[in-house]
């Protein structure tokens, strides 16, 4: 297999490509310690020896991502190939993190919902969930884990409390302040209902 190119990434690493279609990023000092410049040739071994490298410095680094925040199974994923890891090492560390528990879309699901319950519809929480590749079943059982009245009282408790901070007032406001402020909402992604009853109030 011949390196056709070595492309440098930042000041500390480079990508080396094949011609067997091999891409990876390694430091510059170890591309120096395997002798990987253009036009070299790299045995299975080197590339075996490498390839485990890149596998622990993908746990590493994920160890450290996760030690921060928790992510979902897409979002690392998106993180660790930002870093231009191998997919295929990528795909299996996060495979392993999965196995392990350190990664867990149901998890990471209720833990959302529960921390922005007071301050998103459920449609919204919905929509962020979906975005950051959390499967439609978990986020159904996730939040049907919750009963429909405390939704509906989180719910109408948000309304109120951006109708409060647009100084609505159902007594005062015109026809097309109503249309305005129940268009608002809506996009915020209340149930229609709970708008009406909250701007009745």
């Known amino acids: 297999m011949i390196i056709t190119s070595r492309i440098p990434k ?9 011609d067997g279609g091999e891409s990876f990023t390694v430091s510059v000092r170890d591309a120096r310690l395997y002798g990987l410049e253009e036009g070299a040739e ?7 020896l490498i390839r485990e490298q890149l596998r622990k410095e993908i746990l590493h680094e994920s160890g450290i991502l996760l030690g921060g925040r928790d992510y979902t199974e897409k979002r690392l994923t ?6 231009d890891y191998p997919e295929d090492l990528v795909q299996e560390a996060v495979q392993s993190l999965k196995e392990a528990r350190y990664l867990d879309d ?4 209720e833990q959302y919902l529960s921390a922005h319950l007071s301050d998103r519809s459920i449609a919204r929480i919905r929509q962020d969930l979906a975005q950051r590749g959390v499967d439609n079943k978990l ?10 009245e405390e939704i509906q009282e989180e ?3 948000q309304i109120r409390q951006l109708l409060k901070k647009r100084h609505y007032d159902p007594e005062s406001a015109d026809y097309a302040e109503q249309q305005k402020t129940a268009a608002f ?12 009853k909250a701007m009745r109030t």
């Open 139 to 148: 986020i159904d059982e996730a939040v049907s884990a919750c009963s429909v």
């Open 185 to 196: 909402l809506y996009r915020r992604g209340f149930d229609a209902g709970l708008i009406r």
């Open 42 to 48: 790299i045995s299975a071994s080197v590339l075996s």
């Open 78 to 83: 998106e993180k660790l190939l930002e870093r």
């Open 155 to 157: 719910e109408l408790a």
């Open 106 to 109: 149901r998890r990471f699901a």
């Open 10 to 18: 930042g000041k500390t690493r480079c990508t080396i490509m094949t």
